[in-house]
């Protein structure tokens, strides 16, 4: 495999490239790559950025003593999956890593009422979420006989989503309108129905999210996913599972990853030849996609000829709202040992999660007196919008705006938890945040479906263009969007297509959509 520096050098003809490193570009090259060398000669992954996983990615050196910090997707949604696959084949040799008192899955307290929270019962371990109401100043457990709190978790845990002819007169109706007409939410629990659905849902305007659309994904995970939300122990994070794919891939000679290779135009006709922005160039017989919807819809990809217009239609009918992460580190815990997590309505931060990190002593015991202790805030849309304009409006030249972040959290957790604001600094460490909507070659968190969308358009997004041009990520995904899962699934299905494992094609599919 021959990769050009400039386009006017000689270059050996790919098979297939495939641009972008995530979850979903390393399963395409997985299911390419296990041909023969006779029918894929060879496969080139484009990044854009310097690290490979996309929106997974992590820090290992916030933490200590081989703990690493997910920065981007955390959470392990259902079961029985091809992500839970890979954690499966996985497990004997990241259980080595672990001291002899962890476990490799850690189960999450559901709180998030858009996730199906509050869960009934705590954790095997006893771990549970918590509400508060800032204008009352008050702090309630998931299981309160508060009549307004209850009324909503009654209200939201019985959608008839199920239940709803998902006909043509529910395409154009919101999440929003829904629960307006059908759900009667106390005005004291506004602010959590926001923190708790919307913020988890990616748009806190549920007046944008599809109901139609979430109605066909409750149904997919139902009947393909088994319930159950867990995260990886943190000295393997979800960033465990790229590096997994990614040791798969590359024992392979014909597979080649190429980090920040940013692609600035397509042109395609009988293959491809592809240009990044700094004047390389490749050739390649195939070309797999798995940028996220932005870089489509706002053409910071040129393509040659231009997509059609029901492709680029197709791709605006997903929404894509800046996500954003701070992590603040404590030397002791600040919160309630058993609290696992916080929805706070009407508060900068809607969420944070919280966890113990365990240091080993030399004998491989848990040095309890070392551990170091997180908060991780997390914010979506309009929440997340609003927590940049104030890290912008507070940073001085003595203060950064990790340390405004900072401030932000500390004082939430002072105020939710009536904790002396001394003695939170002196267990304070530092913060660090993490801010997708800034990266200008992925703009967002994930994806939610926007009012309007039908199961066509995520046909057509799936849809190949030419026998040239296929596209993966989760967008694509026919079934549901909005987890890793979804990602990896479209990968496996563009390599699929590509490879003519499949009898039916997505232009199968979707000429029967049409005619229904």
Request: glycine letters at 8%.
């Amino acid at each position: 495999m021959n990769i050009s520096s400039t386009s006017s050098e000689p270059h050996t003809p790919l098979d297939i490239v495939i641009v972008g490193a995530g979850t979903a570009a390393l399963k395409a090259a997985e299911t390419l790559l296990s041909q023969p060398a006779s029918v894929v000669g060879s496969v080139a992954i484009l990044e854009a950025l310097s690290h490979v996983g996309g929106r997974i990615k992590s820090d290992d050196t916030f933490l200590p003593d081989g703990h690493r910090l997910d920065l981007g997707a955390e959470y392990i949604h259902g079961f029985g999956t091809i992500l839970t696959d890979i954690v499966k084949e996985n497990t004997p040799k990241w259980e080595q890593l672990l001291g002899p008192d962890e476990e490799l899955l850690e189960e999450t307290f559901i709180v998030a009422h858009a996730d199906g929270g509050p869960q009934k019962v705590p954790t095997k371990d006893g771990k549970y979420g918590v509400y508060y109401l800032v204008q009352e100043d008050k702090l309630l457990r998931f299981d309160s006989d508060d009549e307004d709190f209850c009324q909503l978790n009654d209200a939201l845990g019985n959608l008839e989503w199920e239940c709803i002819d998902n006909g043509p007169k529910l395409v154009d109706q919101s999440v929003g309108s829904y629960l307006e007409e059908n759900v009667s939410v106390p005005p004291r629990m506004n602010g959590i129905l926001e923190a708790g659905f919307g913020n988890t849902a990616g748009c806190s305007n549920l007046h944008k999210i599809s109901l139609s659309a979430t109605i066909d994904f409750e149904k997919h995970w139902e009947e393909n996913e088994e319930a159950g939300d867990v995260r990886l122990n943190s000295r393997i994070g979800m960033i465990g599972v790229i590096d997994a794919q990614r040791e798969k891939i590359e024992q392979d000679q014909r597979c080649k990853i190429c980090l920040e290779w940013k692609v600035k135009e397509i042109s395609w006709s009988s293959g491809a030849n592809i240009y990044s922005i700094d004047g390389r160039h490749i050739f390649a017989d195939k070309v797999i996609l798995t940028v996220p919807p932005p870089i489509i819809t706002m053409e910071e990809i040129k393509f040659h000829p231009p997509l059609p217009a029901w492709k680029t239609t197709a791709f605006s009918m997903v929404g894509m709202e800046r996500a954003i992460k701070v992590i603040s580190k404590f030397t002791k815990r600040l919160w309630p040992e058993n609290v696992q997590s916080v929805i706070a309505g009407d508060m900068p931060i809607p969420e944070i999660w919280f966890r113990e990190m365990k240091v080993h002593s030399k004998d491989d015991t848990v040095d309890s007196s070392c551990s170091t202790y997180i908060a991780v805030g997390f914010l979506t849309s309009k929440a997340a919008d609003d927590f940049v304009r104030i890290l912008n409006q507070g940073i001085t030249p003595l203060e950064s705006k990790e340390d405004v972040a900072a401030n932000l959290v500390k004082e939430q957790l002072s105020k939710i938890f009536k904790i002396n604001q001394s003695n939170i600094e002196e267990a304070y460490e530092s913060s660090m945040l993490f801010d997708w909507g800034g990266v200008d070659t992925i703009r967002g968190g994930y994806v939610f479906p926007k009012v309007g969308i039908t199961k066509v358009h995520f046909l057509q997004m799936a849809e190949s263009l030419g026998n040239v041009l296929y596209f993966a990520g989760e967008a694509t995904n026919t079934g549901a969007c909005c987890t890793v899962q979804a990602a990896m699934e479209t990968g496996k299905r563009a390599a699929n297509e590509i490879l003519k494992i499949d009898d039916i094609t997505i232009s199968d599919f979707t000429k029967e959509a049409l005619l229904d």
